[in-house]
């Protein structure tokens, strides 16, 4: 079988996904955890993904994908991960990443600081050396770093990943698993690059397992606005299936603004072709919500009460389950949601139980 497991370190990121032929995938890290301060419940996720790789005897990542330069999407990943860039970072205890996935946004931005400037100088070292990258999008500023650069940007063509596009590594015979990207578009606004939430990658992963699909939609910071051009720009070359969903992972922390511009007194009701999009889900599908605790009371940071309702409905309209990640498997003592996908489809398992585990939610197998 494959695994996601999705990791309680609060309002941030961290998906790992192990395929059954032993690959794994990480999308996004952040170790956000204050040892110092005994009330923080969110995990060590440095100890954490160590501990997993030196389970299975893995000194590498097969591919480690930084959705977008977003401190609660890359903070501390200079202190685990091997860097070629410079030698202060290729150290034995390190992971090294067989290939790394960013953004344009990575390679263009300028002005960038702390984790977020040696991300940049890791992928721009990389693209230079044509060192196993890949980069997602090609807007105009990247073809003038290019140039400045002193470089033809058409050399790096193989290097380039582009909306629309199904990313070549992976298939369904070999790995079982099929990545589709959704964005970043190749657009820009007039002299500025997008902004990080509008350029970072979204992308449809389809598991194999036998002759059963199951569908992830893993959405980074997506805006409603992006959403809407995500859906539009799919309708329009009739790929609906490729927004079809077994589990999506939600965007910016159950933010309202990936739903719509009014966060709503009691639920935020979304634009017209984000509802559409959550209408693609599937029957037992599960929504997740990599966020603190969902509060009870109005808040200006997300996550935000309104739209937690508003998922909830979903979930509920699909029998399925709306998931948080630092709730689960409780508030007081959260830990990794891992979700199984096997021949039966996605489902939620406690770890840590034994042979006999407990099965949050067991789907009911579909056809196809």
Known sequence: MHK????????????????ENSKNLLFD????????????????????ISDKMKSKDKKH??????????????RGFSDIFYLLHA??????????????WVPANVICEKNLTAEAKILQAEA?????????IKVFSRPSMLKEWFEDEGVNSSDFTSHMVDAGQIIQNYNLINDGLEIFVHSPFAIRKEEELEDRNTGSIVVQCVFRK?????????SADTTYENWENVVNITKYHKREARLNWDIIKLPHHCSYTALSSDK???????????????EQGNVGSKIISTSDSIPSEDADQPPHRQAANYYKDVANNLTGEFLVTMEYPKKSRPEPLVITIDA????????NLGAVGIISHQPTRRAG
Request: negative net charge; aromatic residues 12%; hydrophobic residues 30%.
């Open 61 to 74: 990542f097969d591919v480690v994908t930084f959705t977008h330069a977003d401190d609660d999407h890359i």
């Open 344 to 351: 039966y489809g996605a489902t939620t398992v406690k770890r």
């Open 29 to 48: 890290y952040a170790h956000c955890k204050e040892f110092e301060n005994p009330d923080d419940l969110r995990i060590d996720l440095k100890t954490e």
């Open 210 to 218: 036998d002759d059963h699909d199951t569908k992830a939609i893993l």
């Open 4 to 19: 996601m497991t999705f990791y309680p370190i609060g309002n941030a990121d961290c998906c790992l996904i192990e395929l």
């Open 264 to 278: 709503g007194k009691e639920k935020t009701e979304p634009t017209k072709d984000v509802k559409w999009l959550y």
């Open 124 to 132: 721009r070292y990389r693209l230079k050396n044509k060192l196993k």
């Open 87 to 100: 030698k202060k970072y290729q150290s034995d205890d390190r992971f090294k990443i067989e290939e790394l």
